[in-house]
Antibody
């Protein structure tokens, strides 16, 4: 059974740092791209960052670029999000999500955020 | 960045109703579009990818269509478990962007 379990959330002061983790099980973690998606209280979904299976390709939302760093340890089946210079607007539930994307024989790309963790709450407040 | 809009932002419907939600991209995204369902306090659930392909395990009452800039999600016969918020998301380019969501509640 595929499982993604986030941890590391909590209360942090503005300007502070936090490191989120996502422990994966039930699938070959090293074969999948992974993502962080967040949701501010009462708001919609916001994509934060993506990392390819071998960490060769990394992307960030403009709202977190230069402050957040995504990484992974395939030996530990774990995904991370290092969050620095946190702001009140970073307050949200942070989800990790697996991307089962693939290219078919004609080169068409399919992307599916098919499994999500339960989320971890990050609160940035003084 | 590609902006995604959805309409309506909310709707009230009855069990058994046919419901259609519209999603529009600010520029053409071919059919690089996904739909998600989210219930309160829960993680999103993947419903559809590639605009019209049903995710494994998702009932066939859900269907998607569209290409380019205009897309729809249809629920053929609304059931109590379908009351939720629905989001579209484009994966044509980075940054990935979600629509603002459509909340479907009980009339």
């Amino acid at each position: 059974e595929v499982q993604l379990v986030e941890s590391g959330g909590g209360l942090v002061k503005p300007g502070g740092s936090l490191r989120l983790s996502c422990a994966a099980s039930g699938f070959t973690f090293s074969s999948y791209s992974m993502n962080w998606v967040r949701q501010a209280p009462g708001k919609g979904l916001e994509w934060v960052s993506s990392i390819s299976s071998s960490s060769s390709y990394i992307y960030y939302a403009d709202s977190v670029k230069g402050r957040f760093t995504i990484s992974r340890d395939n030996a530990k089946n774990s995904l991370y999000l290092q969050m620095n210079s946190l702001r009140a607007e970073d307050t949200a539930v942070y989800y990790c999500a697996r991307n089962s994307g693939y290219y078919d024989s004609s080169g068409y790309y399919y992307e599916m955020f098919d499994y999500w963790g339960q989320g971890t709450l990050v609160t940035v407040s003084s | 960045d590609i902006q995604m809009t959805q309409s309506p932002s909310s709707l009230s419907a009855s069990v058994g109703d046919r419901v259609t939600i519209t999603c529009r991209a600010s520029q053409g995204i071919s059919n690089y579009l996904a739909w998600f369902q989210q219930k309160p306090g829960k993680a999103p659930k993947s419903l559809i990818y590639a605009a019209s392909s049903l995710q494994s395990g998702v009932p066939s009452k859900f269907s998607g269509s569209g290409s380019g800039t205009d897309f729809t999600l249809t629920i053929s016969s609304l059931q109590p478990e379908d009351f939720a918020t629905y989001y579209c998301q484009q994966y044509n380019s980075y940054p990935r962007t979600f629509g603002p969501g459509t909340k479907v509640d009980i009339k």
